[in-house]
């Protein structure tokens, strides 16, 4: 029964103690010893009776999440990727802009490839505000 | 073994209903479960303690401490009169899925 006990410490790891933690914890193994115990009177040896039960548990996110336990927010890096673009798009911008004043300023055609660079910041800030 | 996912919102109503006709723990709960399925569903333990979280939650249930067993005190659940109702509405919603359900696929091969 060591096992058992073994494994539902490491079921609970994760979580935070509390009072209500250590309850459920109990509450677990309890019943598990029982299904144990249950099983090794149909014929099983310990040792698969225990495996058994602990196959039977299942996956405990669940249950973590009832907890209160907060899952691992997936960070979203929308908004830094939305200053990138904007200040890439900038720099881009201005580039052209310079190399139109400079070079050939009888001719405005630097605002050609302004519209099809601005795409890239426009399509971050939906991405963003999708996010959000 | 059915699908566990479509069977998984209803798992509220299996457990109140269980536990509404009389005080039961955990693992007589999932024993029960089974044993009226012909273990055609089985209800993982990991689920179990989630769903009696969520509904001790809502009020729908309420533990409390039994008499000595083997090892400890086994912890009992009891419905609570909200859970009763609760309990009602589910019926009535499952009645109607059925119904809109049938009209669909019964008598389908």
């Known amino acids: 029964m060591k096992k058992l006990k073994n494994h539902v410490d490491e079921l609970f790891k994760d979580i935070p103690d509390s009072q209500e933690k250590r309850a459920i914890k109990q509450e677990v193994l309890e019943n598990l010893e029982e299904k144990v115990s249950d099983l090794m009177e149909f014929g099983k040896e310990e040792e698969d009776a225990i495996n058994k039960a602990i196959v039977d548990f299942g996956d405990i996110e669940e249950l973590k999440k009832e907890l209160g336990m907060k899952q691992p927010v997936k960070k979203t890096h929308s908004k830094l990727n939305l200053m990138y673009s904007i200040w890439g798009s900038v720099l881009i911008i201005a580039l052209f802009l310079f190399i139109n004043v400079y070079y050939t300023p009888d001719n405005i055609w630097f605002v050609y490839p302004t519209f099809a660079i601005l795409w890239w910041p426009l399509t971050m800030y939906f991405k963003w505000q999708r996010s959000k | ?109």
């Open chain 2, 1 to 109: 073994m059915i699908r566990s996912d479509i069977i998984r919102g209803h798992l509220d109503s299996i457990i109140l209903r269980l536990i509404l006709e009389e005080d039961r723990y955990g693992y007589e709960i999932s024993k029960e479960i089974s044993s009226r399925t012909d273990n055609r569903f089985q209800i993982k333990e990991a689920t179990l303690y989630a769903v009696f979280q969520r509904l001790e939650k809502k009020e729908l249930i309420e533990s409390y401490l039994g008499s000595v067993s083997k090892g400890g005190k086994r912890k009992y659940y009891r419905i609570t009169s909200l859970g009763k109702a609760y309990l009602k509405e589910m019926i009535n919603e499952w009645n109607e899925i059925k119904d809109i359900m049938d009209l669909f696929l019964e008598g389908l091969q």
